[in-house]
T-cell receptor
Framework: NAGVTQTPKFQVLKTGQSMTLQCAQD?????MYWYRQDPGMGLRLIYYSASEGTTDKGEVPNGYNVSRLNKREFSLRLESAAPSQTSVYFC?????????????FGPGTRLTVT | QQQVKQSPQSLIVQKGGISIINCAYENTAFDYFPWYQQFPGKGPALLIA?????SEKKEGRFTISFNKSAKQFSLHIMDSQPGDSATYFC?????????FGKGTRLSVIA
């Protein structure tokens, strides 16, 4: 069991470039999440997918798009990167259901936009 | 309404001492309160969690104390060790994505 995997681990973009962050989980979880982590700001939710075929905005969705490709995979796309999107991005997943709240996180992608 | 406030922002504790991190919430619908531990360069990992029907939960050296009437919960790390040095996040949820506090950077010095 690899758990939650993310690619790439590191990325440097120039302002205006686009890229897609990939996330996959092998735990048969229904729900998947994208967070960004900035110093002193904690973990802020960008988008989430409660189940295959659905996506919803979180706290900071501007400048991002997501795709729930199938039950395993949930990608995050930056269409036109900005320096404000320099951050560490974490994908997480959890099983859905009453009281089933434990989230498992991937190792993160460190993105720098110059 | 969704906010979880965490304090302190940073904490330095002597080896063998007790580390205490506090969180407060507003939304009384929250029914799950986890603490996550994050080491540098790694993703957060669940450390311990509590439901509001109990006032305390202990796992090894880690204890959550929960005060429903005050809408507060705290993490106590007994006999703190240098290996406990990490960032700790409290969070809350109720059939929604977890809402996280801003984190506490703990340093345990020998």
């Amino acid at each position: 069991n690899a758990g939650v995997t993310q690619t790439p681990k590191f990325q440097v973009l120039k302002t205006g470039q686009s890229m897609t962050l990939q996330c996959a989980q092998d735990m048969n979880h229904n729900s998947m999440y994208w967070y960004r982590q900035d110093p002193g700001m904690g973990l802020r939710l960008i988008y989430y997918s409660a189940s295959e075929g659905t996506t919803d905005k979180g706290e900071v969705p501007n400048g991002y798009n997501v795709s729930r490709l199938n039950k395993r995979e949930f990608s995050l796309r930056l269409e036109s990167a900005a320096p404000s999107q320099t951050s560490v991005y974490f994908c997480a997943s959890r099983i859905s259901g009453q009281g089933a709240y434990e989230q498992y996180f991937g190792p993160g992608t460190r993105l720098t936009v110059t | 309404q969704q906010q979880v406030k965490q304090s302190p922002q940073s904490l330095i504790v002597q080896k063998g001492g007790i580390s205490i991190i506090n969180c407060a919430y507003e939304n009384t619908a929250f029914d799950y309160f986890p603490w996550y531990q994050q080491f540098p360069g790694k993703g957060p990992a669940l450390l311990i969690a509590i439901r509001p029907d109990v006032s305390e939960k202990k796992e090894g050296r880690f204890t959550i104390s929960f005060n429903k009437s005050a809408k507060q919960f705290s993490l106590h790390i007994m006999d703190s060790q240098p290996g406990d040095s990490a960032t700790y996040f409290c969070a809350a949820a109720w059939a929604t994505p977890l809402v996280f506090g801003k984190g506490t950077r703990l340093s345990v010095i020998a």
